[in-house]
């Protein structure tokens, strides 16, 4: 079974300044679709960014861009310019290609910004 | 185009009673995915379905709880004689039959069992 970790319970950065949340994962395949969701206080899951396996560019969507380290099973968030409204939990999630389950989540980065 | 749906967002139950979640998917998605996330942890995976069929059940308790996503109205996922453990919330996913990775989440229904 696939596992993905957070290591770091709580992160805190600076307005405008960049931060970077960590995510490991352990599999045995060599494809399959990794993610960040981020979580506000309202608890609405939204899909941050999504990156494919088979995939060697990293994803990037306005601010937010990932460090995809497949050998080393690395899946890194990238916030840059940090905004208040970025304040939330952040999971990290896995997905199988052809797998007949959900998601597997990690226990989540609590994200606090300062202004 | 409105997203996932679910209702209510918030019950209370009394221990032994019953509780019955429901989730809308996304317009145009066939696949439904339930999730639990009990406080101060991530999402766990409960089970996947697809019209009138249970694609995946592995992560659902084996006594209680049951699941099911009709030919017509939404997916239920359904909740017998709760305990204070069920407290939780729970959050429906939705995907499209040609992209089940790309999961679209619902805003979850916090449960509370008295």
């Known amino acids: 079974a696939q596992t993905v970790t957070q290591s770091q319970p709580e992160m805190s950065v600076q307005e405008a300044e960049t931060v970077t949340l960590s995510c490991t994962y352990d599999t045995s395949e060599s494809d399959y679709y990794l993610f960040w969701y981020k979580q506000p206080p309202s608890r609405q899951m939204i899909l941050v960014i999504r990156q494919e396996a088979y995939k060697q560019q990293n994803a990037t969507e306005n601010r937010f861009s990932v460090n995809f380290q497949k050998a080393a099973k690395s899946f890194s968030l990238k916030i840059s310019d940090s905004q208040l409204g970025d304040a939330a939990m952040y999971f990290c999630a896995y997905r199988s290609p052809e797998g007949a389950d959900g998601l597997t989540f990690g226990k989540g980065t609590h994200l606090i910004i300062q202004p | 185009n409105a997203g996932v749906m679910q209702n209510p967002r918030h019950l209370v139950r009394r221990r032994g009673q019953e509780a019955r979640l429901r989730c809308s998917p996304m317009k145009g998605h066939s696949h439904v995915y339930w999730y639990r996330q009990l406080p101060e942890e991530g999402l766990k995976f409960m089970v996947y379905l697809q019209k009138e069929n249970i694609i995946d059940e592995s992560g659902m308790p084996k006594e209680r709880f049951s699941a099911e996503f009709p030919k017509e109205g939404p997916s239920i996922l359904r909740i017998q004689q709760v305990v204070r453990g069920d407290s939780a919330a729970y959050f429906c996913?939705?995907?499209?039959?040609?992209?089940?990775?790309?999961?679209?989440f619902g805003p979850g229904t916090r449960l509370t069992v008295t």
């Open positions: 996913a939705s995907s499209r039959r040609t992209a089940v990775y790309e999961q679209y």
